[in-house]
């Protein structure tokens, strides 16, 4: 099996794979233990360098004609002399995961779709998913998003077609274009009490106006009333210039 990562290209065994769904789409996702030789000590030192660099990705399988064919990161990476100088060769084994690309053609929260201009997704250790996109929305559709209070069903397609229960925060405002939103989506579940969940959440004004919702403490007019007062909160200058991050 041949790879390249940078200038770097080079054939190699494959000394173990296994196989299992990401947690993200459920396609299955391949991992290899690869084994290959740097007979020269310059090939050996670049062979070093790029195990570090591809941590995240950039290291590409070639399929016909030499072309990339699936992208991979290094897991884990080493290497040992067999031999003695200045007949020996270095041997290095990699540890590597198949990278996944994802693309959020159509993202839809409850009943409003959005069309991502920039989309970002992450997944914990724990197996939480955390996205973010910016998007143009009509007002209609902003609407219906500031009278979400609540976990709400949310379905990234191009990327998955089940539907994951997850809170929402957004913020918004108004461009020549029209106007857009910045909306952050993280898995719903029961909160943990660690040292990264110790904290207050970006809505607490729209978990008190459920709260009192349910309980009966408020009637119509005054919930309408609250979270009119929440949406205007989240309007900022510029849209376009707001970071896309997924941690809080």
Known sequence: MRFRAGALEFNATIAEASESPSAQTGQPLRMLTIQFRAQQASMHEQALDEAQVRRS???FSL???????????????????IGTEPWGINHHIWRIEQVERLAC?????????????????????EGVVRLVARAPIVEADLDALSMIAAAVAVTRFGISATP???????????????????VRCVDAGEPRLTLDSARLSDDALGELIHLLSTKGALDDADIEQLRRVRHAARRVSNVAGWPLTTSD
């Not at 016909?64 to 992208?71: A, I, K, V």
């Not at 009943?111 to 250790?125: G, H, K, Q, R």
Request: proline letters at 5%; hydrophobic letters at 30%; a negative charge.
């Open 105 to 125: 053609e159509r993202l839809v929260i409850g009943s409003v779709e959005l069309e991502p201009d920039d989309y970002a997704e992450e997944i914990s250790n």
């Open 164 to 182: 994951r229960e997850m809170c929402v925060a957004y913020v918004w405002s108004e461009r020549p274009e029209g106007t857009a939103v910045v």
């Open 63 to 81: 399929g016909e004609r030499d072309q990339p064919d699936l992208e991979w990161r290094v897991r884990e990476s080493g290497s040992n002399f």
């Open 57 to 59: 990705g950039g290291l």
